[in-house]
């Protein structure tokens, strides 16, 4: 089985460009998470789905962030324009959820991660 | 909200010495999960403990969830070079709330 798969591995951008991140999830789960990890902040959760329909988008930094998941199999985090400050490591992760009101409290299996590089 | 705790953030031990990462939370949980990330790599699964006071081994790792289930521990016998990376504890707690990821421990094993 395909685990959970993340495009592209790598980007580099300039300062002020569109970044798409995109992350098509284990088939089967229902919930689908996109994380964040710096060095300084560690892993930050930023948006999470369950069913395709955002939960909790809390922890999107601001505007210039954006997260969409039209289908089960397939969410994109935009950035738009990108800055330096957002360097980091995007992962998604996918689960099964079996919490109440659409937590997810199972495992979460992680992508392979995105660098994002902006200059 | 829920929070919870790591300690230490960083660990640098002489290999075949013990290590050991802690686990804090603010709220009962009702499981707690350990995850690895090697270096460039992503958190992946280790194992789930569920019940108060339970004890898991996976070969050099013993998980422990503490009696209270507020707390849980990672110990490492007798380091070895593979076991570099970041341990993750990640909890839930007994409203069902989300699965809610500590900081993390970060090991460094010296050979």
């Known amino acids: 089985d395909a685990g959970v798969i993340q495009s592209p591995r790598h980007e580099v951008t300039e300062m002020g460009q569109e970044v798409t991140l995109r992350c098509k999830p284990i088939?089967?789960?229902?919930?689908l998470f996109w994380y964040r990890q710096t060095m300084m902040r560690g892993l930050e959760l930023l948006i999470y789905f369950n069913n395709n329909v955002p939960i909790d988008d809390s922890g999107m930094p601001e505007d210039r962030f954006s997260a969409k998941m039209p289908n089960a199999s397939f969410s994109t985090l935009k950035i738009q324009p990108s800055e330096p400050r957002d360097s980091a490591v995007y992962f998604c992760a996918s689960s099964s959820s079996r919490g109440l009101a659409g937590r997810s409290t199972d495992t979460q299996y992680f992508g392979p991660g995105t660098r994002l590089t902006v200059l | 909200g829920q929070q919870v705790m790591q300690i230490p953030q960083y660990q640098h031990v002489q290999e075949g010495e013990d290590f050991t990462t802690y686990c804090n939370s603010s709220t009962t949980l009702s499981n707690i999960q350990w995850y690895k990330q090697r270096p460039g790599g992503h958190p992946v699964f280790l194992i789930q403990?569920?019940?108060?006071?339970e004890v898991k081994k996976q070969k050099r790792l013993t998980f422990q969830f503490g009696e209270a289930k507020k707390n849980s521990s990672l110990h490492i016998t007798a380091t070895q070079t593979t076991d570099v990376g970041t341990y993750f504890c990640a909890g839930v707690d007994n409203a069902g709330n989300m699965l809610t990821f500590g900081g993390g421990t970060r090991l460094m094993v010296k050979p």
């Open positions: 088939s089967g789960h229902n919930s």
């Open positions: 403990l569920v019940k108060s006071g």
